[in-house]
């Protein structure tokens, strides 16, 4: 089975509010990026939740998706991934991480990559815009106990760094696969696109 887990626990700093319950097309940007994870083919749809966590569930409590909680999320993302590699199912085969700040990532684009996940004799599937790589990124999930030990500062990184035999990389037409929210500015981008 392949698991997404869709990391929404950061702090928001740079936006300073919080961007998961920006308004985005007629939902919020979370419920937009949960809404095409359980319209694609993931097997079960985890969200882990940090800063805002109260206010972030109260806007996702209707949708069937499972939720755990990153009491560490100040620590980056890389304490989001332990605590999800924690809550998944042991029958997990992989797990395809999405950013919670991505609205544009379609169930296309997420199926587009299982299928690549899926025929590939390569642990890990990334897709990759103009010679650039983003997200979403499926990791098979061999590969956890070794994600516990990585470096925060370097995150997922290191894991690739280690193993760049082990990576295949998917070629996409969509420039989404490396837009995110960050600022502002992004958000006002990404509103008018």
């Not at 809550?87 to 997990?92: E, G, K, Q, V, W």
Request: net charge neutral.
């Amino acid at each position: 089975m392949v698991t997404g887990l869709v990391l929404a626990a950061g702090e928001s700093k740079r936006m300073r509010k919080p961007k998961m319950l920006l308004p985005f097309r007629g939902r919020t940007i979370i419920e937009t990026v949960l809404g095409e994870a359980l319209k694609s083919g993931l097997d079960e749809t985890w969200v882990v939740l940090g800063g805002d966590r109260e206010a972030v569930e109260e806007k996702i409590i209707h949708l069937p998706v499972k939720i755990c909680v990153n009491r560490n999320f100040k620590k980056g993302m890389l304490s989001s991934i332990h605590r999800g590699l924690q809550s998944i199912s042991p029958n997990t085969e992989a797990v395809c991480l999405i950013l919670g700040d991505q609205p544009e990532i379609h169930a296309d684009t997420i199926n587009h990559l299982i299928r690549a996940f899926r025929k590939s004799e390569q642990g890990m599937v990334i897709p990759v815009y103009k010679g650039r790589r983003g997200h979403p990124v499926i990791i098979d999930a061999g590969y956890r106990k070794e994600i516990f030990v990585l470096n925060p500062d370097i995150g997922l990184k290191e894991l690739m760094q280690r193993h760049p035999g082990d990576i295949h990389e998917v070629e996409m037409d969509e420039e989404a696969v490396l837009k995110d929210i960050d600022t502002p500015e992004d958000y006002q981008k990404l509103s008018r696109s």
